[in-house]
């Protein structure tokens, strides 16, 4: 079983950045991919964005776009969402997953909330 916890969720501005970090633990990765997904309230869940485990592969959803990064470090086990540029649309509890690609992913995080204010 792998835990994810996800951090830096919080309250910003339209036009603010916020960096969200996902540390997973319990059994090795392997080489696995990870990525968010967000969901706002009164909408399905979505994709947002996805690293593979090398990080040379990367996907967003065209909604975020040039202003959304995401990356991997520490042995691959931490993966970071950097949001730029951010706009009420953004506004979601944003949750990591690992173990899978585009719309199936294995495991999931508890979820932090992000809430931009306009």
């Known amino acids: 079983q792998v835990q994810l916890v996800e951090s830096g969720g919080g309250l910003v501005q339209a036009g603010g950045s916020l960096r969200l970090s996902c540390t997973a633990s319990g059994r090795p990765l392997g080489n696995k991919a990870m990525g968010w997904f967000r969901q706002a309230p009164g909408k399905e869940r979505e994709f947002v964005a996805a690293i593979s485990w090398s990080g040379i592969s990367t996907a967003y959803a065209d909604s975020v776009k040039g202003r959304f990064t995401i990356s991997r470090i520490n042995a691959k086990t931490t993966v970071h969402l950097q949001m730029n540029s951010l706009i009420s649309e953004d506004t979601a509890v944003y949750y990591c997953?690992?173990?899978?690609?585009?719309?199936?992913?294995?495991?999931w995080g508890q979820g932090t909330q992000v809430t931009v204010s306009s």
């Open positions: 997953v690992v173990d899978g690609w585009g719309d199936t992913w294995n495991s």
